[in-house]
């Protein structure tokens, strides 16, 4: 056995002409490097084309659907005796939404066309009343002339000393008595007179008259209004009060009628995306509930103050503890067509104003 000599295993190992050379030099990845730089590059191009398509527009998904809303109430009180629409129904302007107890209205109108009847038989009798025609001021004038005539008699036997004092006193004060007579029977025909005047409010008819005539218009116009109409064309909404037997207080809102015809979008914009803004400018509008919805409007206004300003509770920045916070404006969109999809009062929207125009 041959012994075993180090400097042998140290020499160079010589391949043999059928062994594969192996390659001792690391491979470079110029794949992964490639992929390293593309990306950031990707990501940088892709910025820049969504900051160039951002010049121009301004975008906030800030928005909702408005409509304008009527509270619909009563303006006489009663029990509902009928309902004619129901939840969700479509109604036009002027068309009967629910009727209530007419009877007790009818009832006033029947008691003042009494006091109709009692006014002009009051003024008949006092056209006809003595007081009126004369016939009392008459009679005190023949009373005024018999005690005159019958003072003379006893001024003349008093004078002769033929009567006594006492009848003399009594001739005197029944002159005084018949005179006050007159007076008094001046005094009805002027009253009777007053009563049957006309004043400048409502010439050539009775005070009384036209008192118990306007009550009674007043009692026509409360049964007319126990019939309650749309005043204007929407869809019902917030109808759960709206049931037969009801008892309604006057001017108690129990349905809102919902106008299609006057929609429009409100969207809530960054205080600092109003520089280039105004009223005007054409807008797309796209809607969560509806995606593949676009419609086009144009800015009607831009609000007089932010969200903040008309809430319940205003912020106070008076404080120590103040913190500046980006305020919202509301801006007004007017919507240009009419959409073929139905458009729901508080729907989410996306707005984009074109600032280029």
Same mark, same amino acid.
């Given at each position: ?7 042998? =295993?140290? #020499? ?34 892709? $910025? ?21 809303? @009527?509270? /619909?109430?009563? &303006? ?5 005796? =009928? ?41 008949? !009798?006092? #056209? ?5 025609? $004369? ?38 004060? !029944? ?15 002027? =009253? ?16 009384? @008259?036209?008192?118990? =005539? ?43 009628? /919902? #106008? ?15 520089? #280039? ?21 144009? /800015? !009607? ?35 240009? &067509? ?20």
């Amino acid at each position: 056995m041959a012994d075993y000599t180090p400097e042998l =295993e140290a #020499e160079e190992h010589v391949p043999l002409p059928d062994e594969p050379r192996l390659d001792t030099k690391p491979k470079r990845h110029w794949g992964r490097l490639a992929l390293m730089l593309a990306v950031p590059l990707a990501l940088l191009a892709g $910025g820049i084309v969504y900051w160039q398509g951002l010049e121009g527009k301004v975008t906030t998904d800030n928005a909702y659907v408005k409509q304008d809303m @009527v509270a /619909v109430s009563a &303006e006489v009180g009663g029990r509902i005796v =009928e309902v004619m629409v129901g939840e969700g129904d479509q109604v036009m302007a002027g068309q009967v939404l629910f009727r209530l107890d007419p009877e007790s209205y009818r009832l006033q109108i029947q008691q003042a066309d009494a006091a109709i009847a009692g006014a002009q038989a009051q003024v008949t !009798a006092l #056209e006809g009343s003595s007081a009126l025609t $004369g016939v009392d001021i008459a009679a005190a004038r023949e009373d005024i002339a018999f005690a005159q005539s019958r003072f003379q008699r006893q001024q003349e036997l008093w004078d002769r000393g033929f009567t006594t004092r006492a009848d003399y006193d009594a001739a005197q004060h !029944a002159v005084a008595q018949a005179r006050e007579a007159l007076h008094q029977a001046e005094a009805r025909q002027a =009253e009777a007179r007053a009563r049957l005047a006309t004043g400048s409010a409502v010439p050539g008819e009775n005070p009384q @008259v036209a008192a118990a =005539e306007a009550q009674r218009a007043g009692a026509a116009l409360a049964l007319r209004r126990t019939e309650v109409h749309a005043p204007a064309a929407g869809r019902v909404a917030q109808a759960d009060r709206l049931q037969v037997g009801q008892q309604l207080l006057p001017n108690l809102p129990v349905l809102t009628l /919902v #106008e299609d015809a006057s929609t429009w979008v409100e969207a809530n914009f960054k205080e600092t995306d109003l520089a #280039e803004m105004a009223v005007g400018q054409r807008a797309e509008v796209r809607f969560d509930a509806y995606p593949d919805l676009v419609l086009t409007g144009h /800015v !009607a206004s831009i609000g007089a103050g932010t969200g903040s300003e008309f809430s319940v509770i205003p912020a106070q920045n008076a404080s120590g503890n103040w913190v500046k916070v980006t305020q919202r404006v509301p801006v007004r969109i007017a919507l240009d &067509e009419r959409s073929d999809r139905t458009l729901i009062a508080g729907l989410s929207a996306h707005v984009t104003v074109l600032t280029a125009d």
